[in-house]
């Protein structure tokens, strides 16, 4: 923008821009306007969604119904599964979960590897189900009543969290907001 004369003497007027609304703007306006309109209506699709989840499980359990066990209590979980859960922790820089438990019976403590009935936790924050044990890891051999044994679970996306509840599914029970360390 240089209003000075050039060499001939005649003063140089600035050049009108080429922006008008009617070009660029309005195709830019338009494009932004899109683009919030397909985040508006994502956001409504995802809670329409989560809100049809919500109500097809029972609103008292954080478990899905496909998974669901009958609930106890941890003191109970020893007269139905033959341990009691002693540490539930995040491991391995958050992508395992470590449940570690103690056989009191050991003959009701074989269940918890049954096709029918395997182990798992459930997040109760999300209610992702962590069923996939690391190395694919199972108890062989018989259980020994006061031995505390483990499994690892492979954690994706460490879901669950030191802080966090979860349900904790063995053999054919539940225990619920079990705290995660």
């Known amino acids: 923008m ?9 003063p140089v ?12 703007h309005a195709r830019l306006a338009g494009a932004l306007a899109g683009v919030v309109l397909a985040i508006a209506l994502t956001g409504s699709a995802l809670a329409a969604w989560r809100a049809s989840t919500d109500s097809a499980k ?23 599964s033959g341990v009691h859960i002693t540490r539930v ?19 009701l403590a074989n269940t918890l590897h049954d ?12 209610g992702l189900v962590v069923h996939e044990l690391l190395m694919n890891h199972s108890h062989s051999g018989a259980y020994k009543t ?8 492979e954690n994706p996306g460490n879901w669950v969290h030191r802080g966090g509840r979860v349900s904790v599914l063995l053999g054919n029970a539940q225990v619920e907001h079990v705290a995660v360390r």
């Open 146 to 153: 006061g031995v505390t044994y483990y499994l690892v679970f």
């Open 115 to 126: 096709q029918e009935t395997p182990p798992a936790l459930v997040d109760e924050q999300t």
């Open 13 to 24: 007027t600035p050049r009108r821009g080429r922006w008008r609304w009617g070009g660029r």
């Open 2 to 10: 240089n209003d000075s004369p050039d060499p001939g003497g005649t």
């Open 58 to 80: 029972p609103a008292d359990s954080p478990v899905p119904a496909a998974w669901a066990r009958p609930v106890v209590d941890a003191d109970s979980l020893g007269q139905r």
């Open 89 to 107: 922790a995040v491991t391995g820089g958050g992508g395992l979960v470590d449940l570690r438990f103690t056989v009191v019976d050991p003959e």
